[in-house]
């Protein structure tokens, strides 16, 4: 059973940065497609960034390209998003998600994952 546990998500001023975490247990940490979407209220999930398992190619939607980055660390299996220069259109649960889909298109869907986390909260507010 692979378990995703986020945290890391709290109240920012506009420009200011945050570090989420995504730890993984349960599964081979390395052979994940890794990804990130974000829920704002009243509004469906989308897409923020993702990681192919396979060649270790990262992705990211337009709306963060240039101030969203992620990373990983294979010891601790842990995914990042790193963001900068927040604004309050960031304001979202944010979550995240593992999936193990060959299909290249599933890396910025929802439906190309199959483990959640239960998201946290960011909340980019003065």
């Known amino acids: 059973q692979v378990h995703l546990v986020e945290s890391g998500g709290e109240l920012v001023q506009p420009g200011g940065s945050l570090r989420l975490s995504c730890v993984v247990s349960g599964g081979t940490f390395r052979t994940y497609n890794m990804g990130w979407f974000r829920q704002a209220p009243g509004k469906e999930r989308e897409y923020v960034a993702s990681?192919?398992?396979?060649?270790?190619?990262?992705y990211y939607a337009d709306s963060v390209k240039g101030r969203f980055t992620i990373s990983k660390d294979d010891d601790t299996n842990t995914f990042y998003l790193q963001m900068s220069s927040l604004k309050s259109e960031d304001t979202a649960v944010y979550y995240c998600?593992?999936?193990?889909?060959?299909?290249?298109?599933?890396?910025?869907?929802?439906?190309?994952?199959?483990?959640w986390g239960q998201g946290t909260l960011v909340t980019v507010s003065s």
């Open positions: 998600a593992a999936g193990r889909s060959t299909i290249l298109s599933q890396m910025s869907s929802a439906s190309g994952y199959d483990h």
């Open positions: 990681r192919r398992a396979r060649g270790g190619y990262l």
